[in-house]
């Protein structure tokens, strides 16, 4: 068996991992690359898998980094199944609808800067058609069911606590008379948080795919930036400001509003306005409520005691362009939720616009913001950014909320880790910067006498 990593190895985007036996091919995975120009660009690179070659893929939740490049695979042929959890389905196909019109509208841009250079104009990475065709292939599953994905290759999902349906992965694979089981963290959510269930653990395993986001930090507690976050906002309220929070719609924007929803309640915090400036995070809400049934048991109860309905009256969904305009000008205070979460494009980049220049503007970062993004830049600092080819200041207050992420910080993945270590699995650090990487590796070998590996894009390992 090897395993060819095409994404993720060496960054945080791009998660793709190509499993060959004898007898099987099948991916885990099949993400897009986000960021900077030379990363988005590696979407165009012809990768080593053709969709015609696979048996199989399985999905571990709806993040675009880790399902949008699912539409390369049917347009070069593949036919097969895609297994994943419920929720992941319906995220994903939201993702890559909403993938579709961005791209159409960065190949405009692209092509319209070709053109002055006197150079060929880009195809589309991908078509509709191509997006279509993945509707009959997919394939629901439910949490610790086993299903075959190819011969001699079964797999088990387990919550993995992220976003919601989101699951690490075992692969048992049986080849020449062996038998390995493969695990794939995916991506980890933290244990504690609210809304979600803590992420699942494995017991045994012959190799670990590990991923290691927050590998070389830990977060602050989410007790801490939730306390943190109530008195920027408490001031905001004060100073009659709006707060701005760049969101992703999947995850983020569904555990702000239920812990806004605690602080109205507790009355820690007045009822403001708050707007979900984002279509898809609308849709992604109306996602997780239809799937409410795996939220942890304090969200259920506030869900069915009515409670949580009641606290988030004041919540108003912008669909349509105009409405987020419009908020231009709405006085504050008020709360404004807007895509993208690193500030790569979206609606936030027009709220930005607008209100980095106000001193009373307060901007939460509550997600994790790639090296070159402009989330990255204002949590860095800058005192002032290039938008729409002008130049804003920055006199806004920027807040980076750590505790808020979605992701398993330092002590959060030794702790998952530690529940595996006991078998000696071969260990294999993905889905990290590499300083991120570096520093989880060592921890690993330090604390469980484990050598690990890190592998670069095109890699291939031999199990």
Known sequence: MKIRFLGAAGDVTGSAYHVMTDKASILVDCGFFQGRKEESEKNRRKSQIEGGILDGVVLTHGHLDHIGRLP?????????????????LELATMVLK???GLQKQDLKRQNQ???????PPLEPLFEETDVRKLGPLVSPVKYKQRFQVAPGIEARLVDAGHVIGSSSVELTVSENGDRKVIVFSGDLGPRGAPLLNDPEPFQKADVVIMESTYGDRNHRSLHETAVEGRKIIAQAIRDKAKVLVPVFAIGRTQLLLYLLAGAFKRKTLPQIPIY??????IEATNIYRR????????????????ELKRQLVGVRACAKPGE???LNSVK???LIMAGSGMCTGGRIMHHLRHNLPIAETAVLIVGFQSHGTLGRKLVDGAKEITMFGEKVPVRASVHTMGGFSAHADQSNLLDWFSVVAPSKPRTIITHGEDRARDTFSKLIGARFGLKTEQPQLGDVIEI
């Open 332 to 334: 504050g205070p008020c």
């Open 276 to 281: 979900i400036d984002s279509p898809m995070a």
């Open 98 to 100: 909403d993938s579709l």
């Open 72 to 88: 390369l695979l049917t347009k070069y042929g593949y036919k097969g199944p895609i297994y994943a959890t419920k929720p992941t």
């Open 291 to 306: 799937n409410n049934e795996l939220f942890d048991a304090e969200a259920l109860d506030m869900v069915g005691s009515g």
């Open 324 to 326: 987020s305009r419009a």
């Open 113 to 119: 800067k070709r053109a002055r250079q006197k150079l």
